[in-house]
């Protein structure tokens, strides 16, 4: 092994079935030489090496990273071949791409790999398939790749990092000024084990390490907080199109790296986020389920005509805008005092359980009366008893998983939150997808679906409360006075949220009942693709309300929160825009021409960001009741022409009215965020500290 001035290094553990064919492949380049390290294998690997001729070194455990690391220091060559057990390389490969490295003059130089399933089955097919349609494999890696000795030696590994270490490197080096880059000429094969533990396994380590990276560079690393997200968007449009039968891939997918991405970015970190990762992460958080919410609707607009969609999403809208009605402030004020209750909280959770489904179902009932006097729009549901009482169940099961979403942040574990909105929105998907197959078309497996879903994220989180031994006390919890303790700081609080969300909700039944349920389907589809992206503001306002009332507060906070939710906003809100008419046209030609709203609605959506950012400082400051004003007014500009418009401009119309409305509040806050950022917030006496009034979530769901 002399023709070659590489060292080949080989980290490998419990890599019996597919050592072999790699070192024989790396053999038959003639490399200086080959150095296994066997990471404390049980089955044979060690002696496969050695029947290859290589040297066997153990890691003792240490982990890849450090499993690579030690490969580098025991070579003795001045480049470095790291390759995976799981590559092969072509005969004359290795030589090739040491020439490419050599003239190009690079630091570190990757092979182009070749994806293959190392099996008949679905799985690796799966694995294989994404890797080879993916964005990512023009990535920088480490998984077979050549490098400058002493230049690993320099920069190296995080040993940190028991996954993403070949993304965590590739910043840094960046960063450093070293030459990187992937071949396009010379390419290996990359084989992927073809089991359902194998994947799953694939995408928990892409998770955790994503989230290791983020968190080490804030600032270079935030955006792969949505990548997941976007890898799976595009991955299902690519399997539609060409391989349908790899849709249920992307399923896992997307629940599996971010349960790993959450789970590991949530523990108690050494330092906490910039405001600006911190926005990321608490967007990234509301955001994720929007993926399958947005399949719902694209199966249920592919299978239902579109009147029947219309009628189906203002009934949904008006179950969400009872759940925001129904909360009373019980939610943030949850956050306030669960922490400081003596058994846990279990009374706590019991009360405010019930109190929220109480006056969730009142006001569902209500409002189920009204708009069935009124006959037109959302009101023609209610003819269905069917309908109604599932729209009933709906608005309390809801309801009741939104106040669960307040108690997993207050107990500081709002991992459990992410997990039951992932899992809510999956059954959603899942059962409207059972009852089309079964060949039921009616209304109300639309809003059946929804409430199946918070019925089973229900049931996840009191499942969640029993392990963690604080189920609710229910024999305790329906008592006057604990209800009174909940709302006392909760209704301060109430006005401005919903000044500043019913609009959102209100507009999808004041189109249906003015311009009919079919016009609304298309405007409901184009408002949730916006709403998705108004997620990102909302969250630097509340990031920025937490930053102030705690221990970050700093000069300049303001500045920073403004700075982000700009520029997060602003890329969410061109994905939108180049996404969104691709999307629409999938759905169909009665979809397609509402393209044309996304150009007048995210605009607003970037002036949404002022102010957001306005609100959280009035939040921070006790400034309640100012806020609340700017709010209202800016409700009244959007809701009470709504109907007028709608009926003589149609949806161009309420888009742009809506954009309006947020230009006008936008100025507002402006004028108003120059003289609050120029003086101290005064203490306003007898009022309910800014902390006591309202915590928020860190995921939210609107």
Not at 686 to 692: K, Q, S, T, Y
Request: net charge positive.
């Amino acid at each position: 092994m002399s023709d070659l001035k590489v060292s080949v290094v080989v980290p490998a553990r419990n890599a019996a079935a597919w050592l072999g064919e790699c070192l024989e492949s790396i053999g038959r380049q003639h490399p200086h030489e080959m150095i296994v390290i066997d990471g404390c294998s049980t089955d044979d690997t060690a002696n496969i090496a050695r029947s290859f001729g290589a040297i066997v070194i153990s890691d003792e455990g240490r982990g890849l990273p450090a499993a690579r690391m030690l490969g580098a220091r025991s070579a003795s060559s001045d480049v470095v071949a790291l390759i995976d057990a799981d590559v092969v390389l072509p005969p004359g490969t290795l030589g090739r791409l040491l020439d490419e490295f050599e003239s190009g003059g690079y630091d570190g130089l990757q092979f182009g790999l070749a994806s293959e399933a190392d099996g008949p089955g679905y799985w690796g097919a799966a694995l294989a398939w994404h890797h080879n349609h993916s964005r990512v494999r023009t990535w920088f890696g480490v998984c077979a790749t050549l490098m400058r000795r002493d230049v690993l030696l320099s920069v190296g590994f995080d040993d940190d990092f028991r996954s993403g270490e070949d993304v965590e490197l590739r910043i840094r080096m960046e960063q450093a000024g070293y030459r990187l880059g992937v071949s396009s000429s010379t390419v290996v094969r990359h084989r992927f084990a073809d089991t359902f533990d194998y994947a799953r396994d694939q995408w928990l380590q892409d998770g955790a390490g994503m989230a290791r990276t983020i968190r080490k560079h804030p600032s270079r690393a935030s955006w792969l907080v949505v990548l997941p997200l976007l890898a799976s968007v595009r991955g299902v449009g690519l399997s539609l199109v060409q391989a349908p039968r790899f849709l249920p891939y992307w399923m896992g997918f997307f629940l599996y790296n971010y349960r790993a991405m959450f789970g590991e970015i949530l523990r108690p970190a050494n330092q906490t986020l910039s405001v600006g990762g911190n926005a990321a992460w608490l967007a990234a958080a509301r955001v994720a389920p929007m993926l399958t919410g947005f399949l719902f609707w694209a199966l249920a607009a592919l299978v239902l005509p579109q009147a029947q969609i219309g009628l189906g999403s203002a009934v949904v809208s008006a179950a969400l805008l009872t759940v925001q009605l129904g909360m009373l402030g019980v939610g943030p004020a949850t956050l306030t005092l669960l922490p400081a209750e003596t058994d846990g909280g279990r009374r706590l959770i019991a009360t405010s359980l019930l109190t929220v489904g109480t006056f969730s179902l009142v006001v569902a009932g209500v409002l189920a009366g009204i708009t069935h006097s009124l006959g037109s729009g959302v009101g023609e549901a209610w003819n269905d008893p069917l309908v109604t009482v599932i729209f009933l169940a709906t608005a309390l099961f809801a309801a009741s998983a939104y106040q669960l979403d307040h108690v997993g942040v207050a107990q500081q574990r709002a991992d459990r939150t992410l997990v039951r909105s992932i899992v809510q929105s999956l059954v959603q998907l899942a059962f409207l997808a059972a009852a089309f197959a079964v060949g039921i078309r009616e209304l109300w497996v639309i809003v059946g679906a929804v409430g199946a879903g918070a019925l089973v994220s229900v049931v996840v989180g009191l499942h969640q409360l029993s392990r963690a031994k604080v189920s609710p006390d229910w024999r305790h919890g329906l008592r006057p006075r604990p209800a009174l303790k909940l709302l006392k700081p909760g209704l301060p609080n109430h006005a401005l949220m919903l000044a500043d969300r019913a609009p959102g909700y209100l507009l999808p039944l004041i189109v249906a009942a003015t311009v009919g349920p079919a016009a609304t389907a298309a405007w409901y589809i184009v408002w949730m693709m916006a709403s998705a992206v108004f997620f990102v503001p909302q969250s630097a306002g509340l990031t920025l309300q937490t930053a102030l009332a705690g221990t970050r507060s700093r000069p300049g906070l303001v500045a920073s929160a403004l700075r982000a939710s700009l520029l997060l906003t602003l890329a969410a809100g061109l994905i939108l825009m180049l996404a969104g008419p691709l999307l629409l046209r999938f759905l169909g030609p009665q979809y397609a021409s509402a393209w044309i709203l996304l150009p007048v609605l995210v605009p607003a959506l970037l002036l949404s960001c002022v102010t957001q950012v306005y609100y959280g400082l009035c939040r921070a400051q006790g400034r309640l009741f100012e806020s609340t004003v700017v709010a209202v007014l800016a409700a009244i500009l959007v809701v009470a022409p709504a109907a007028a418009v709608a009926q003589q401009y149609g949806l161009t119309g309420v888009s742009l009215l809506w954009s309006v409305a947020q230009a006008t509040v936008a100025l507002i806050a402006i004028l108003r965020l120059i003289t609050l950022t120029r003086m101290k917030a005064p203490a306003v006496p007898g009022e309910v500290p800014a902390a006591a009034r309202h915590q928020p979530t860190r995921i939210e769901k609107s």
